[in-house]
């Protein structure tokens, strides 16, 4: 999950503070989740797939979002704002738990969908490779500044994230309709059938959440023509975007 630039309560308390409070739920909700794969990785002798989501939920989800509520809180108010070193090594902090969760998804989707596949572990790699190179370029040429649109090294990171959660949607779309049509001949137990949907939803907001945060930016800079925060021109731009990912 990538928390967006935070709206200053000019520009709708209301807003703010239910975005404050889906960003709990989300993080009581990863923790619990995380916590509960885990545990059972651990009874089954460690399998790929419950590891990996579990370091997902655990890493990504839940360890790489208080860091980033620090740094984008600063923006939308001084009084808020921690040092630019400060913020530097948390959004540094940030990125690479983001980029261990994608790259633990990468494998979750090798190991799940297509374990016996050669072009399944060449996507793993060059999925990792694209998150190490992305995080690679941001830490030595862009130092991780607590700007609004980050430079290249951020997007490349960005794009390996993006892609590994569009491809667990892919995949459990497909594998549901095929278990559906095994279900209507018997072959297929409804409730698995039902929780390749569930992945599938869940992937499809996941990867809306990343598309309305390259959105968010993108038009922060095409309107505004500057990449530094301002608490005006954030509050014009992040409302909306605030609202269409919680729907």
Avoid at 39 to 67: D, H, I, M, Q
Avoid at 158 to 176: D, K, P, Q
Wanted: charged share 10%; aromatic share 12%; proline share 6%.
């Amino acid at each position: 999950h990538e928390p967006h630039l935070p709206m200053h309560p000019s520009g709708g308390r209301s807003v703010l503070v239910l975005g404050g409070l889906v960003t709990a739920l989300n993080l009581l909700l990863s923790l619990t989740v995380g916590v509960r794969l885990f545990a059972k990785a651990r009874r089954g002798g460690w399998p790929a797939p419950e590891l990996s989501l579990a370091l997902y939920f655990l890493v990504s989800a839940f360890l790489s979002t208080p860091p980033q509520i620090l740094v984008y809180g600063g923006m939308s108010d001084a009084r808020l704002a921690v040092s630019e070193p400060a913020s530097r090594a948390l959004l540094a902090f940030a990125v690479l738990a983001l980029a261990i969760g994608a790259g633990a998804i990468y494998v979750f989707s090798w190991k799940t969908f297509r374990p016996d596949r050669l072009g399944a572990k060449a996507i793993v790699a060059l999925g990792c490779a694209t998150l190490a190179v992305g995080y690679g370029i941001e830490a030595i040429h862009e130092g991780f500044a607590p700007v609004v649109f980050a430079g290249w090294g951020h997007w490349i990171g960005w794009a390996g994230r993006t892609t590994a959660m569009l491809i667990v949607c892919v995949e459990s779309f497909r594998y549901w309709l095929m278990l559906r049509r095994r279900q209507q001949l018997g072959l297929s137990d409804p409730v698995l059938t039902n929780r390749f949907l569930l992945w599938a939803i869940w992937a499809s907001c996941a990867t809306l959440n990343l598309v309305a945060d390259l959105a968010s930016r993108s038009l922060y800079w095409f309107f505004f023509g500057t990449v530094q925060p301002s608490p005006e021109n954030l509050a014009a731009l992040v409302g909306p975007t605030i609202i269409v990912t919680m729907l």
